[in-house]
């Protein structure tokens, strides 16, 4: 009796665990394992993203059209009215101008001023129905005398310092001949008077008939 009342009671374990020496820390959590996952991406549905492309597409396209467009109107005015890119075809302006040389006609010139005596300039040619660049010789109020392989210009000799010393000019059949100009008609001829069908064949040209200048 008396070893059972001196026996012992197993004393009361607390909550704590023995680990190497110490007492086991309580469990935490990291932030990155306690964190929710995140929220699910909507994806865009294939259908918008096809219109999407399709709508792209047209507005480059639709780009590239209006810069073409506004290319061609700009090429277009530029070549009509300012500068057009003129090549020597025939002997007609040698030795002047030879054939095959490139020169800029000035289209614009005859918009702010007259065409002068001894301007170059491209003319509708109306013995072939196309352009060719022949030289003025008279203006409208001149009265022009082709006589003797020379040409004279209101009664006096014209000076054609241009021309070889050599160069003659004659009327297609020989003759004599007086052209007087009127209102806005000019005359024009090639400086190669021997090879040149010019306003001796095909009389005076008028004002709207010159394109424009070339400056050699």
């Known amino acids: 009796m008396q070893n059972f009342m001196n026996f012992k009671l ?17 469990l ?3 932030a990155e394992e306690v964190a929710l996952p995140a929220a699910p991406v909507a994806l865009p549905k294939s259908g918008k993203t096809a219109t999407s492309s399709s709508a792209n597409v ?3 396209f639709l780009l590239l059209l209006l810069v073409g467009s506004l290319c061609v109107a700009a090429y277009f005015v530029i070549s ?3 500068v057009t890119p003129v090549i020597i ?11 095959g040389e490139c020169y800029f006609l000035n289209r614009y010139v005859y918009l702010f001023k007259s065409p002068e005596r001894g301007d170059l300039v491209v003319i509708k040619d109306p013995g072939h129905d196309d352009f060719a660049v022949k030289r003025i010789i008279g203006k409208p109020g001149d009265w022009l005398n082709l006589r003797d392989g020379s040409v004279f210009l209101n ?3 014209l000076d054609e310092s241009y021309l070889p010393k050599t160069e003659r000019t004659f009327a297609p059949d020989l003759h004599e001949k007086w052209i007087q100009l009127g209102n806005e008609q000019y005359f024009v001829m090639g400086d190669n008077r021997s090879n040149s069908e010019d306003s001796r064949y095909y009389g005076r040209i008028t004002n709207k008939m010159i ?5 050699n």
């Open 10 to 26: 197993p004393t009361q374990t607390n909550n704590t665990h023995e680990w190497e020496g110490g007492t086991l820390p309580p």
């Open 28 to 30: 935490k959590l990291t």
């Open 58 to 60: 047209w507005r480059q």
């Open 80 to 82: 009509r009215y300012v």
């Open 89 to 99: 075809q025939g002997r007609s302006m040698q030795p002047t101008l030879k054939d």
């Open 155 to 157: 009664g006096r000799r």
């Open 211 to 215: 394109l424009g200048q070339i400056r």
